[in-house]
Structures are given as structure tokens and as C-alpha cells.
């Protein structure tokens, strides 16, 4: 081949690659997300991708709502007739950090072969490992297209500050949603906050989004693995305990005794969230945590909060639900502390069963259309 021929395929094959990459951003196929082998070539999961160790727990964390709705089995296939669909969403605590899929709240709900209103109950996991009610939010949003019957809502203080609402990578990462959000429900949001990351057109290219198209490709060749075993977490046998001795700061976010700032809290995105579910029915539950005995147990419950400012937050929360007639389960002193594990909110599979059982009944109340 002559010097002159090789230049001109190298020029033309360079051509087309920028062409390809500056096409791709234009396009930018957002839908490519919602390609999956999931529900088609082997099932899908039970809870959504997350995962830090892929090696061991097949498993990977993404940012792509699409890809990781379409991973999981609540999108197998249309709505049967004779279901009664409850989802549940959630912080790491309903996602179930070192639970197996049937030990989580979920899972031992759909476990228990539960018939309400002449249908059987299915319960799907969507609880993500990240705590802010405005990925609850988004999460929600984007499930309300899935028909449920019933929503419950698992959450707690740390999930309500406003000051921290946009760090959770995958809101982060999500920020065309969130500004969709803030528009629509008038959220005290500010779609300014450097804390969302907005793509230039560079990172919208083929070679931009290369890391974004392996995690997908990565997503579907972890399925395999998956499928075959069943593992998406690894479960180490030994593992840092949660605290409890505890440092004496009385400082919540940046608040300080003797009042919680309530407008510095998430409670217009709770609201959000009830708004979006429409007429569909809401069980909020404050989730349970560790109340420690341990080291200035009787300034702190835990690592996370400071007593005055929970207690607070629980006055505040109490009221809301007296006022606006929620349904709501104050659940945040059932498990004992001998039953949590790595944290102050992930609990064992027999304090998952406590929590099991109390929304089980829950459920059962629930009026017919």
C-alpha cells in the first residue's frame, strides 16, 4: 500500500470516528439503558445493581435509571391481573447491606404469601444504598409507571437534611431528573448546586460516555454470573461493627441544640414524593436504628444523630402525620442493639424479621378500591 493510499484511509477512518463520536452526542441515546438481557436471557434481579467489589459480588454500582430498572424483575413483563403490586423504596437498609435478597424487608414479605383484596401480594426492592429523600424521590417517580397498589416508604432523619440532598452520587449523576422534579413540584432545590454534574457535549460523545457504555455492557455480562448463583453482594464473615461508643458532638448538620431548623429539612420532598404517588397508597415507616448504651450514649443514639435533634425530627414527623392523616409506622426503637451489624441502620435477618412482621400487619389493613 503507497504512502499516499495509507494517509487517506487513516484520514477518512479519523473522519468517521469524530463523525460517529459528534452524531452520538447529538443523538445522545439515552434509551440504551432500557436494551437488557435482563427478563430475557436469564431473570431479573431482586434489587437494583450496586455493587463495589464486581469480582465477588457480580454485581456493579451505575448511574442509569433505565439500565437499572430494566435489570430488575419488577420489569419482566406487564402487570398480571391478579397481583397486588407493593414496592418498597428505601435507603442500603431496605436494599439490605449484608442481607441475602429473601432476608430483606422485601424479601421476607414476599416470602410470607401474603392475599389482599382477592389478589397475592408481590413485593419488589427498590431500595437504593444511599440516603436522601431526594433520591427516594426520583426513584419513585421513575417505579410509578409500574402500576403498584401499594408503596412503602422505609426512611430516617440523616435522609432529610437539606444541605445534602445532591451528593448521592446517583442524584448527582441524574441531573436532568432532578431538574424535572424541581419544576414540578417546586422543590427548595437549587438546579445551580455545583453537586450536579451536567455533561458537557465532549462527555456527551462516544468517547465521553465510554465509561457509562462499559458499566452497561459490564451490567449485562455480570448477569450471567448472577443468574447462575445468585450472589450480588459479597458477605464478608468479619466486618466492622457500628459504634457504639460515641463522640459527644451535639452537632446535626450544622444545627445546634435547642431547636432543629424544620426549613432546613426535606419535609416539601416528602410531600413531593406523596404527590407523585397519587392516589396510590403510602406506608412511611421511620426505620429502626441503633439506640447505643455505650460512651455519651446519653448525648448521641448513635454515629448518627445527636438525641436532641432525632427527637426533634420525631415531634416533627409525629405531628405531620396527625395533621395530614398518613399512614405511618414509628417503628425507630424495634430492634435491639445486639441486631445491627455494620451500621447504625442495616439490622440482621432476625431484626429484619421484627420490622417484617410489624408492616406485614401493616399491609393486611389496607382498604380495598
Same mark, same amino acid.
Given at each position: 500500500m503507497s504512502?499516499?493510499?495509507? !494517509?487517506?484511509?487513516?484520514?477518512? %477512518?479519523?473522519?468517521?470516528?469524530?463523525?460517529?463520536?459528534?452524531?452520538?452526542?447529538?443523538?445522545?441515546?439515552?434509551g440504551l439503558g432500557r436494551i437488557s438481557f435482563y427478563?430475557?436471557?436469564?431473570? %431479573?434481579?431482586? !434489587?437494583?445493581?450496586? %455493587?463495589e467489589d464486581p469480582a465477588q459480588s457480580y454485581n456493579i454500582s451505575l448511574f442509569n435509571l433505565d439500565a437499572m430498572f430494566a435489570s430488575h424483575i419488577l420489569a419482566a413483563g406487564p402487570k398480571p391481573a391478579g397481583e397486588y403490586r407493593v414496592i418498597v423504596i428505601g435507603d442500603s437498609s431496605t436494599w439490605g447491606i449484608l442481607l441475602h435478597p429473601g432476608q430483606t424487608l422485601a424479601g421476607q414479605l414476599e416470602s410470607a404469601g401474603l392475599n389482599l383484596c382477592g389478589k397475592t401480594v408481590h413485593v419488589y426492592n427498590l431500595g437504593y444504598p444511599t440516603i436522601s429523600v431526594t433520591k427516594d424521590l426520583m426513584v419513585l417517580d421513575y417505579a410509578m409507571r409500574y402500576q403498584p397498589d401499594l408503596i412503602i416508604w422505609p426512611m430516617t432523619l440523616e435522609a432529610f437534611p437539606l444541605d445534602s440532598q445532591l451528593t448521592s452520587p446517583i442524584v448527582a449523576n441524574n441531573a436532568a431528573r432532578v431538574d424535572a422534579l424541581i419544576t414540578r413540584y417546586q422543590l427548595p432545590l437549587d438546579p445551580g448546586d455545583p453537586a450536579l454534574i451536567r455533561p458537557n457535549f465532549w462527555n456527551q460523545?462516544?468517547? %465521553?460516555?465510554?465509561?457509562?457504555l462499559a458499566d452497561l455492557l459490564r451490567l449485562q455480562l455480570y448477569g450471567v454470573l448472577w443468574s447462575a448463583t445468585g450472589i450480588d453482594q459479597s458477605y464478608p464473615l468479619d466486618y466492622t461493627h457500628a459504634q457504639t461508643n460515641l463522640v459527644s458532638d451535639v452537632v446535626f448538620h450544622g444545627m445546634k441544640p435547642p431547636i432543629l431548623d424544620e426549613t432546613k429539612l426535606a419535609f416539601t420532598l416528602l410531600e413531593a414524593g406523596l404527590r407523585v404517588a397519587g392516589k396510590t397508597p403510602v406506608l412511611l415507616?421511620?426505620?429502626?436504628?441503633?439506640?447505643?448504651?455505650?460512651?455519651?450514649?446519653?448525648? !448521641?443514639?448513635?454515629? /448518627? /444523630?445527636? !438525641?436532641?435533634?432525632?427527637?426533634q425530627w420525631r415531634q416533627m414527623m409525629n405531628q405531620k402525620v396527625a395533621n395530614q392523616?398518613?399512614? /405511618?409506622?414509628?417503628?425507630?426503637?424495634l430492634v435491639s442493639p445486639d441486631q445491627f451489624t455494620n451500621s447504625a441502620i442495616h439490622v440482621t435477618p432476625a431484626g429484619e424479621a421484627l420490622l417484617a412482621g410489624r408492616v406485614e400487619k401493616a399491609i393486611l389493613k389496607q382498604s380495598c378500591p
Open positions: 504512502v499516499g493510499l495509507l !494517509r487517506n484511509v487513516l484520514l477518512k %477512518g479519523l473522519a468517521l470516528f469524530l463523525l460517529l463520536n459528534l452524531v452520538f452526542a447529538a443523538i445522545n441515546p439515552a427478563n430475557q436471557l436469564f431473570p %431479573g434481579r431482586t !434489587r437494583f445493581p450496586f %455493587g460523545t462516544l468517547i %465521553g460516555q465510554r465509561r457509562s415507616i421511620n426505620e429502626p436504628i441503633l439506640i447505643s448504651t455505650g460512651k455519651n450514649s446519653a448525648v !448521641r443514639y448513635n454515629f /448518627y /444523630y445527636p !438525641r436532641w435533634a432525632y427527637d392523616g398518613w399512614d /405511618y409506622l414509628d417503628l425507630w426503637d
